[in-house]
């Protein structure tokens, strides 16, 4: 079964997280499933920014991003080559490290 390393996030997961994960689930469920709480402010049908990783590792064994998630991701705050929104990229059969960026573009604030 995969793991997902959350790098540690002042906020949602301060020590970070080591979690196991299915084949096929959406980093951002994981990461809620496991109590971090990433922001999904369009309830996770790609039409914001808000659940933007970065995928430190495992990166490159993703399924590629189609238009509509590039699209989103040229709005997202701290860009890298290795950006995806969580609520699209899918957890493949290998190990993963995510970053959780410090700060999110959220019009409407969930909480």
């Known amino acids: 079964m995969p793991q997902l390393v959350f790098l540690p996030h002042a906020e949602l997961c301060p020590d970070g997280a080591v979690v196991e994960a299915q084949v096929g689930e959406t980093i951002l469920n994981v990461a809620l499933r496991n109590g ?7 309830e996770k049908s790609c039409a914001c920014t808000t659940c933007h990783v970065i995928v430190r590792e495992g990166f490159n064994d993703l399924e590629p991003s189609d238009e509509l998630e590039d699209d989103m991701l040229d709005k997202a705050w701290g860009l890298e080559p290795e ?9 493949v059969d290998g190990d993963m490290v995510v970053d959780i960026p410090k700060y999110t573009i959220n019009m409407v604030s969930e909480g």
């Open 83 to 91: 950006s995806r929104l969580s609520c699209q990229a899918k957890v």
């Open 36 to 42: 971090i709480h990433i922001e999904h402010a369009c």
